[in-house]
T-cell receptor, first 117, second 116 residues
Protein backbone atom coordinates (compact mmCIF):
# COMPACT_ATOMS: atom_id res chain seq x y z
CA UNK A 1 0.00 0.00 0.00
CA UNK A 2 0.84 3.72 -0.03
CA UNK A 3 1.97 3.98 -3.64
CA UNK A 4 2.45 7.31 -5.37
CA UNK A 5 2.75 7.64 -9.12
CA UNK A 6 3.95 10.51 -11.27
CA UNK A 7 3.29 11.15 -14.92
CA UNK A 8 5.16 11.64 -17.11
CA UNK A 9 8.42 10.14 -15.92
CA UNK A 10 10.35 12.14 -18.46
CA UNK A 11 9.44 15.11 -20.62
CA UNK A 12 11.33 17.25 -23.09
CA UNK A 13 9.79 20.51 -24.20
CA UNK A 14 10.66 23.67 -26.05
CA UNK A 15 11.35 26.90 -24.26
CA UNK A 16 8.19 28.93 -23.74
CA UNK A 17 5.81 26.00 -23.56
CA UNK A 18 3.98 24.76 -20.48
CA UNK A 19 4.31 21.32 -18.97
CA UNK A 20 1.94 19.58 -16.58
CA UNK A 21 3.11 16.92 -14.16
CA UNK A 22 0.62 14.71 -12.34
CA UNK A 23 1.05 13.17 -8.92
CA UNK A 24 -1.39 10.49 -7.84
CA UNK A 25 -1.82 8.53 -4.65
CA UNK A 26 -2.96 5.16 -5.90
CA UNK A 27 -4.27 3.41 -2.82
CA UNK A 28 -4.82 6.09 -0.22
CA UNK A 29 -6.26 9.53 0.15
CA UNK A 30 -3.75 12.31 0.55
CA UNK A 31 -4.91 15.50 2.17
CA UNK A 32 -1.43 16.93 1.69
CA UNK A 33 1.01 16.60 -1.15
CA UNK A 34 4.40 18.17 -1.48
CA UNK A 35 6.28 19.20 -4.59
CA UNK A 36 10.05 19.14 -4.59
CA UNK A 37 12.74 20.05 -7.04
CA UNK A 38 16.10 18.35 -7.09
CA UNK A 39 19.24 19.31 -8.94
CA UNK A 40 21.85 16.68 -9.78
CA UNK A 41 23.46 15.18 -6.69
CA UNK A 42 21.76 17.71 -4.44
CA UNK A 43 19.14 17.64 -1.77
CA UNK A 44 15.44 18.09 -2.19
CA UNK A 45 14.19 21.64 -2.37
CA UNK A 46 10.63 21.98 -1.21
CA UNK A 47 8.70 24.11 -3.66
CA UNK A 48 5.21 24.05 -2.24
CA UNK A 49 2.72 22.30 -0.03
CA UNK A 50 -0.51 21.34 -1.69
CA UNK A 51 -3.62 20.82 0.38
CA UNK A 52 -6.74 19.38 -1.15
CA UNK A 53 -9.39 21.99 -1.80
CA UNK A 54 -7.25 25.00 -0.95
CA UNK A 55 -4.50 27.09 -2.43
CA UNK A 56 -0.98 25.76 -2.32
CA UNK A 57 1.53 27.23 0.07
CA UNK A 58 4.71 28.18 -1.72
CA UNK A 59 8.15 28.31 -0.21
CA UNK A 60 10.07 31.53 -0.25
CA UNK A 61 11.59 32.24 -3.62
CA UNK A 62 9.27 29.97 -5.59
CA UNK A 63 7.16 31.83 -8.14
CA UNK A 64 3.55 30.74 -7.74
CA UNK A 65 2.59 32.11 -11.15
CA UNK A 66 5.28 30.05 -12.81
CA UNK A 67 4.71 26.83 -10.90
CA UNK A 68 0.96 26.35 -10.76
CA UNK A 69 -0.26 23.73 -8.36
CA UNK A 70 -3.73 22.26 -8.28
CA UNK A 71 -4.92 19.70 -5.75
CA UNK A 72 -8.41 19.08 -6.97
CA UNK A 73 -9.01 15.73 -5.32
CA UNK A 74 -7.69 13.61 -2.49
CA UNK A 75 -5.70 11.50 -4.92
CA UNK A 76 -4.38 13.96 -7.48
CA UNK A 77 -2.18 17.02 -7.47
CA UNK A 78 -0.74 18.64 -10.57
CA UNK A 79 2.24 20.91 -11.08
CA UNK A 80 2.27 23.02 -14.21
CA UNK A 81 5.50 24.69 -15.21
CA UNK A 82 4.37 27.66 -17.26
CA UNK A 83 6.49 29.26 -19.98
CA UNK A 84 9.30 26.87 -19.25
CA UNK A 85 12.90 27.92 -19.74
CA UNK A 86 16.10 25.88 -19.75
CA UNK A 87 16.81 26.85 -16.14
CA UNK A 88 13.60 25.04 -15.17
CA UNK A 89 15.18 21.77 -16.27
CA UNK A 90 15.31 19.61 -13.19
CA UNK A 91 14.02 16.51 -11.47
CA UNK A 92 10.61 17.15 -9.93
CA UNK A 93 9.40 14.86 -7.19
CA UNK A 94 6.08 14.78 -5.40
CA UNK A 95 5.18 13.17 -2.13
CA UNK A 96 1.89 12.45 -0.47
CA UNK A 97 0.86 12.17 3.14
CA UNK A 98 -2.03 9.86 4.00
CA UNK A 99 -4.92 11.49 5.73
CA UNK A 100 -4.78 8.90 8.47
CA UNK A 101 -2.08 6.78 10.01
CA UNK A 102 1.56 6.34 8.97
CA UNK A 103 2.75 8.84 11.57
CA UNK A 104 3.63 11.68 9.25
CA UNK A 105 5.50 9.53 6.76
CA UNK A 106 5.67 10.91 3.26
CA UNK A 107 5.37 8.59 0.27
CA UNK A 108 7.25 9.66 -2.79
CA UNK A 109 6.55 9.43 -6.46
CA UNK A 110 9.30 8.19 -8.79
CA UNK A 111 10.01 11.68 -10.07
CA UNK A 112 9.71 13.50 -13.39
CA UNK A 113 12.78 14.52 -15.36
CA UNK A 114 12.03 17.80 -17.16
CA UNK A 115 14.35 19.01 -19.90
CA UNK A 116 13.64 22.35 -21.49
CA UNK A 117 15.42 22.97 -24.77
CA UNK B 1 15.85 27.42 14.16
CA UNK B 2 15.09 23.85 13.24
CA UNK B 3 17.65 22.07 11.11
CA UNK B 4 19.10 18.77 10.05
CA UNK B 5 22.77 18.20 9.31
CA UNK B 6 24.43 15.39 7.45
CA UNK B 7 28.09 16.21 7.96
CA UNK B 8 29.45 13.88 5.30
CA UNK B 9 28.85 14.45 1.60
CA UNK B 10 30.19 11.02 0.80
CA UNK B 11 30.83 7.80 2.66
CA UNK B 12 32.88 4.97 1.21
CA UNK B 13 32.89 1.49 2.68
CA UNK B 14 33.98 -1.92 1.54
CA UNK B 15 31.36 -4.55 0.96
CA UNK B 16 30.78 -6.61 4.07
CA UNK B 17 31.97 -3.88 6.42
CA UNK B 18 29.64 -2.01 8.75
CA UNK B 19 28.43 1.37 7.57
CA UNK B 20 27.30 4.51 9.35
CA UNK B 21 25.70 7.56 7.80
CA UNK B 22 25.54 10.43 10.25
CA UNK B 23 22.69 12.79 11.00
CA UNK B 24 22.23 15.40 13.70
CA UNK B 25 19.23 17.58 14.26
CA UNK B 26 18.08 20.68 16.03
CA UNK B 27 14.39 20.98 16.82
CA UNK B 28 12.23 22.15 19.64
CA UNK B 29 10.31 19.46 21.45
CA UNK B 30 10.31 15.78 20.65
CA UNK B 31 11.54 15.09 17.12
CA UNK B 32 9.99 12.88 14.48
CA UNK B 33 12.99 11.59 12.52
CA UNK B 34 13.18 9.83 9.18
CA UNK B 35 15.66 8.24 6.82
CA UNK B 36 15.03 7.94 3.11
CA UNK B 37 17.14 6.43 0.32
CA UNK B 38 17.28 7.53 -3.29
CA UNK B 39 18.63 5.37 -6.07
CA UNK B 40 19.82 7.06 -9.29
CA UNK B 41 17.05 8.84 -11.19
CA UNK B 42 14.43 7.55 -8.80
CA UNK B 43 12.16 8.99 -6.17
CA UNK B 44 12.82 8.51 -2.49
CA UNK B 45 12.10 5.34 -0.59
CA UNK B 46 11.32 5.27 3.09
CA UNK B 47 13.81 3.37 5.25
CA UNK B 48 12.78 3.96 8.83
CA UNK B 49 11.47 6.48 11.31
CA UNK B 50 11.62 7.35 14.97
CA UNK B 51 8.53 8.76 16.61
CA UNK B 52 8.71 7.43 20.15
CA UNK B 53 9.68 4.30 22.03
CA UNK B 54 12.90 2.30 21.65
CA UNK B 55 15.88 4.37 20.66
CA UNK B 56 17.05 1.70 18.22
CA UNK B 57 14.82 1.62 15.19
CA UNK B 58 14.97 -1.16 12.62
CA UNK B 59 13.97 -0.48 9.07
CA UNK B 60 14.02 -1.77 5.52
CA UNK B 61 16.89 -3.61 3.82
CA UNK B 62 18.64 -4.39 7.10
CA UNK B 63 19.17 -0.76 8.09
CA UNK B 64 18.75 0.56 11.59
CA UNK B 65 19.17 3.89 13.29
CA UNK B 66 19.77 4.94 16.85
CA UNK B 67 18.06 7.95 18.32
CA UNK B 68 20.38 9.68 20.79
CA UNK B 69 18.64 12.54 22.52
CA UNK B 70 21.66 13.81 24.42
CA UNK B 71 23.72 14.03 21.25
CA UNK B 72 20.74 15.03 19.10
CA UNK B 73 21.75 12.41 16.59
CA UNK B 74 20.00 9.80 14.50
CA UNK B 75 22.76 7.93 12.70
CA UNK B 76 21.89 5.30 10.12
CA UNK B 77 23.71 2.00 10.39
CA UNK B 78 23.99 -1.39 8.78
CA UNK B 79 26.15 -4.23 10.09
CA UNK B 80 27.29 -5.48 6.68
CA UNK B 81 27.17 -3.26 3.60
CA UNK B 82 26.17 -4.48 0.16
CA UNK B 83 27.19 -2.99 -3.18
CA UNK B 84 23.48 -2.52 -3.85
CA UNK B 85 23.28 -0.16 -0.87
CA UNK B 86 25.16 2.44 -2.90
CA UNK B 87 22.75 5.37 -3.15
CA UNK B 88 21.94 8.80 -1.79
CA UNK B 89 20.65 8.87 1.79
CA UNK B 90 18.58 11.64 3.30
CA UNK B 91 17.82 12.33 6.92
CA UNK B 92 14.74 14.40 7.70
CA UNK B 93 12.87 15.73 10.71
CA UNK B 94 9.33 16.92 10.94
CA UNK B 95 8.99 20.68 10.96
CA UNK B 96 7.30 21.19 14.30
CA UNK B 97 6.43 24.74 13.34
CA UNK B 98 4.41 23.68 10.32
CA UNK B 99 1.23 22.84 12.17
CA UNK B 100 -0.58 19.91 10.69
CA UNK B 101 1.08 20.10 7.32
CA UNK B 102 3.64 17.44 8.22
CA UNK B 103 6.32 19.26 6.31
CA UNK B 104 9.81 17.80 6.64
CA UNK B 105 13.13 19.52 7.02
CA UNK B 106 15.75 17.72 4.94
CA UNK B 107 19.44 17.15 5.28
CA UNK B 108 21.61 17.73 2.24
CA UNK B 109 22.10 14.04 1.66
CA UNK B 110 25.03 11.65 1.90
CA UNK B 111 26.23 9.65 -1.05
CA UNK B 112 27.11 6.13 0.02
CA UNK B 113 29.47 4.12 -2.14
CA UNK B 114 30.00 0.48 -1.27
CA UNK B 115 33.01 -0.96 -3.00
CA UNK B 116 33.17 -4.64 -3.96
Amino acid sequence: GAVVSQHPSRVICKSGTSVKIECRSLDFQATTMFWYRQFPKQSLMLMATSNEGSKATYEQGVEKDKFLINHASLTLSTLTVTSAHPEDSSFYICSAVPGQGFNNEQFFGPGTRLTVL
Amino acid sequence: AQSVAQPEDQVNVAEGNPLTVKCTYSVSGNPYLFWYVQYPNRGLQFLLKYITGDNLVKGSYGFEAEFNKSQTSFHLKKPSALVSDSALYFCAVRDMGAGNNRKLIWGLGTSLAVNP
